[in-house]
Nanobody, 128 residues
Framework: QVQLVESGGGLVQAGGSLRLSCAAP????????VAWFRQAPGKEREFVAA????????YYADSVKGRFTISRDNAEKTQYLQMNSLKPEDTAVYYC?????????????????????WGQGTQVTVSS
């Protein structure tokens, strides 16, 4: 079992920035593919960004490409989602997720069913 904890959400004006963090208390995320998803009220959970287990490959939803950046720290303890040029439509609860299998990437990094462990989410609200 891998517990994930997100942080860094909050209220920001349109055009502003936030950096979300995802950590697994007491352990590293070394060797794990990690993804960020979000869910707005009344909408389905949607893919935002993902990073391969090696950190070599990153993937983004078209709606955030060029504005959001997924990364990890050198110790591979924390994953980050840097969000710039935020828009009101980015308002949602943001979740990070990872897989049970290590040193392996999901066949489709954008598919939430490929991930086994989820955090509790952090609220991001962008005002216009």
């Amino acid at each position: 079992q891998v517990q994930l904890v997100e942080s860094g959400g909050g209220l920001v004006q349109a055009g502003g920035s936030l950096r979300l963090s995802c950590a697994a208390p007491g352990r590293t995320l070394r060797g794990r593919a990690v993804a960020w998803f979000r869910q707005a009220p009344g909408k389905e959970r949607e893919f935002v960004a993902a990073i391969s287990w090696s950190g070599t490959n990153t993937y983004y939803a078209d709606s955030v490409k060029g504005r959001f950046t997924i990364s990890r720290d050198n110790a591979e303890k924390t994953q980050y989602l840097q969000m710039n040029s935020l828009k009101p439509e980015d308002t949602a609860v943001y979740y990070c997720a990872t897989r049970m299998v290590v040193y392996s990437d999901p066949p489709n990094p954008k598919d939430p069913s490929q991930y086994d462990y989820w955090g509790q989410g952090t609220q991001v609200t962008v005002s216009s």
